[in-house]
């Protein structure tokens, strides 16, 4: 199957052996992985991923025919892991073989940006808590308890 949506983790070496072609002189991965952004001054600790399974699939594989038409890419594999993922983890793996390097990276990158724009795959952080010891409390503004005037 060269589209997946799954809550296993994600390997690198089995995308890989999707993409296996002696008639591609290229093979591109690019592994989507959970960062520790912060926002706020609050860190990330994890990422929540759902997704509509069978419209997600549906859309995969047109972005799969998409690009094999478009760049002539031989092989395409596209998988994307749902449920709590921890920083560090794989949450996107896009694969392509193609007979020309230019082909293969210009897949690969028509088809990340394409999945997430288009794909129904949601996400949503979870924030790593601040010790306790360092919790900011934030003071109230001037206007907190005044009466207008």
Known sequence: MS??????????????????????GAVVLFVGRVRPDTSRG???????????????LTRLRALERRARQRFGARRVHLVHR???LRVGAASVIVGVAAPHRSAAFGAARFLIEE????VPIWK?????????????????????????G
Do not use: F, H, N
């Open 82 to 84: 749902i449920g709590r």
């Open 124 to 148: 949503s952080d979870r924030w790593a808590r601040a010790p306790t010891g360092r919790r900011r409390r934030r003071r109230p503004s001037p206007s907190v308890g005044r009466s207008p």
């Open 3 to 24: 589209c997946e949506i799954t809550s296993r983790p994600l390997t690198i070496a089995r995308v890989a052996r999707q993409l296996e072609d002696d008639a591609s």
């Open 42 to 56: 609050r860190r990330v600790s994890a990422l929540d991923y759902e997704a509509d399974r069978a419209m997600a």
């Open 115 to 118: 999945l997430k724009r288009d």
